[in-house]
């Protein structure tokens, strides 16, 4: 098992790297301010960083490390938003370009049925001439198929164009969305906040201060969502700090937001497959920042998907205490050129997290605990 270290060494490590000062804060539970955060970024002392993130995810969570067995469904690869980084996108007409039909999203979750599934996660491009009627028909379709699954469906940027298609304000659409089957929203669409980026990169999407606006609906329509930001491509680490304090300050109005998620730049296939996109460290770094920027939100997620699953297992001991679930079929970064498999079984995550030092928790969508390796953890010690 892991072992803690305790406030003094904490404190000795921090002050060796030069990090005494955040470190005081860190166990005073005061927030940490943008300087620090960018010191955060800059600081060569890695594991002194993850060991201040470990203490926070310890004092959050325990060793308790949290997964779900979920499944995606990404309904269309159609998308007329045309962002460089993006590998998955396609125009009509184009190979491989696809739309299901409710029949089809229905098939995916009924193939699954023999999978103790409780959440799917559906989420794709954004194409103009889907109906609105067609958002309401998946969501029914899912919950005839199987009515006690959690549909976690529809970044922000769709929930844009939903509310466009619809031709009434976001506010009347989610409870009909909700209605409908929507449980929550996940933290897709995102990217970085800053503008220079937008513009350089993904310019026809929603800006930054929209994406939060809409998060905000999402939230006060009692609908909570996850948050990301995705890393490792053009970004600097001032962009890094302030998409995170800007995420920081919406949950502190609103509460919304139950998990973050750094989203490591795949550039296969995409139109930015000259950058090299972020290191092992890279992403152990993000993990962190985000533990200890983010004192908001509860929960930070490495998603195995797009690390290594070795790194994940690592992000354990560097702030993360969530590696998502047993997904199913995930297109958007095997488009993208991930080499990790494309679903895992339940079993096989509980061997990863025990393997890392940790207590596995199958959680619902809402962190409902569904089964606790705790007793298990603790008559095996
Ligand atoms: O918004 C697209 C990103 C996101 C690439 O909420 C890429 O639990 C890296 O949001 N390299 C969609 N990233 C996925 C997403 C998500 C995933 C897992 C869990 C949750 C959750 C949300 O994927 C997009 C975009 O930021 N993305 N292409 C790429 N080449």
Redesign the pocket.
């Known amino acids: 098992m892991y072992a803690a270290r305790s406030e003094a060494s904490l404190m000795a490590m921090a002050r060796r790297a030069d990090l005494g000062t955040i470190a005081e804060k860190v166990l005073a539970k005061q927030r940490l301010s943008l300087e620090d955060g960018l010191r955060l970024y800059q600081t060569p002392a890695l594991h002194a960083l993850g060991a201040l993130a470990n203490h926070v995810r310890e004092r959050w969570h325990g060793w308790r490390t949290y997964f779900n067995v979920n499944q995606?469904v990404n309904y269309t690869n159609l998308c007329n938003k045309l962002?460089r980084?993006?590998?998955?996108q396609r125009l009509p007409g184009q190979a491989g370009a696809y739309w299901m039909s409710p029949e089809e999203v229905a098939a995916k979750i009924r193939a699954q049925l023999h999978n103790p599934v409780t959440e799917v996660?559906m989420?794709a491009g954004v194409w103009p001439k889907i109906p609105y009627a067609y958002y309401l028909d998946i969501l029914r379709a899912v919950k005839a198929v199987r009515p006690s699954i959690h549909i976690?469906a529809f970044?922000m940027?769709e929930l844009d164009q939903i509310a466009k298609v619809a031709g009434k304000p976001l506010e009347d659409v989610l409870p009909e969305l909700m209605q409908a089957g929507l449980g929550s929203?996940?933290?897709?669409?995102?990217?970085v906040f800053s503008e220079r980026v937008r513009q350089a990169t993904y310019h026809l999407k929603i800006s930054g201060a929209q994406w939060l606006a809409i998060a905000r609906k999402v939230h006060r329509a009692g609908l909570k969502?996850?948050?990301?930001m995705?890393h490792?491509h053009i970004e600097t680490a001032e962009e890094r700090v302030d998409h995170l304090d800007q995420l920081r300050r919406l949950q502190d109005e609103t509460g919304g937001f139950q998990?973050y998620?750094p989203?490591?730049?795949?550039?296969?296939?995409?139109e930015?497959s000259d950058v090299p996109?972020p290191t092992a460290l890279d992403e152990l770094r993000e993990i962190a920042v985000g533990r200890l920027m983010l004192d908001n939100i509860p929960h930070i997620?490495a998603?195995w998907?797009?690390m290594d699953v070795p790194v994940a297992q690592t992000a354990l001991d560097f702030g993360a205490d969530d590696v998502?679930g047993t997904v199913v079929e995930e297109k958007?970064?095997h488009?993208?050129?991930?080499t990790t498999p494309q679903h895992v079984e339940r079993e096989e995550l509980v061997r990863w997290i025990r393997a890392a030092g940790r207590i596995p928790i199958e959680r619902d969508t809402l962190y409902r605990v569904i089964w606790s390796g705790e007793a298990l953890a603790a008559t095996s010690t």
Do not use: Q, R, W
């Not at 980084?85 to 998955?88: H, L, Y």
């Not at 929203?185 to 990217?191: L, N």
């Not at 989203?263 to 995409?270: A, C």
């Open positions: 995606h962002c980084f993006c590998a998955f996660h989420v976690k970044t940027v929203v996940p933290g897709g669409g995102a990217e969502s996850n948050c990301t995705l490792g998990t998620i989203l490591s730049f795949h550039p296969e296939n995409s930015m996109g997620k998603y998907i797009l998502d958007i970064y488009d993208a050129g991930a």
